[in-house]
């Protein structure tokens, strides 16, 4: 079965940086889309950035410029470098992975995808 495990949550001041890591195993399709997802007390889980097996890569708007994500397909790690924090960045960040790879190129934000980590939690203090 697929399993995802995030580290590297934490707390830091507003400006600064976090790398989050996501060790995936079980992942048995050719061809697939990983991401981060986030959710925030009260609100509903949305799609940060996504990553394509061929390194395409798909971002929200609001962290485009700050956050850079990253896998590295030999480990099956998956990593979310994320500069200039902002308070609004605070969340739970969870990694996800899903065999439909057109997810990683094009069509609607979010959606259901198949496997889910636990989630890290990140929080930016002002």
């Known amino acids: 079965q697929v399993q995802l495990v995030e580290s590297g949550g934490g707390s830091v001041q507003a400006g600064g940086s976090l790398r989050l890591s996501c060790a995936a195993s079980?992942?048995?399709?050719?061809?697939?889309?990983m991401g981060w997802f986030r959710q925030a007390p009260g609100k509903e889980r949305e799609g940060v950035a996504y990553i394509a097996r061929d390194g395409t890569t798909r971002y929200v708007e609001s962290v485009k410029g700050r956050f850079t994500i990253s896998k590295d397909n030999a480990k099956n790690t998956l990593h979310l470098q994320m500069n200039s924090l902002k308070p609004e960045d605070t969340a739970m960040y969870f990694c996800?992975?899903?065999?439909?790879?057109?997810?990683?190129?094009?069509?609607?934000?979010?959606?259901?995808?198949?496997?889910w980590g636990q989630g890290t939690q990140v929080t930016v203090s002002s």
């Open positions: 079980g992942l048995t399709y050719i061809s697939y889309c």
């Open positions: 996800a992975a899903d065999p439909n790879p057109i997810k990683c190129y094009s069509g609607s934000w979010g959606g259901k995808w198949d496997d």
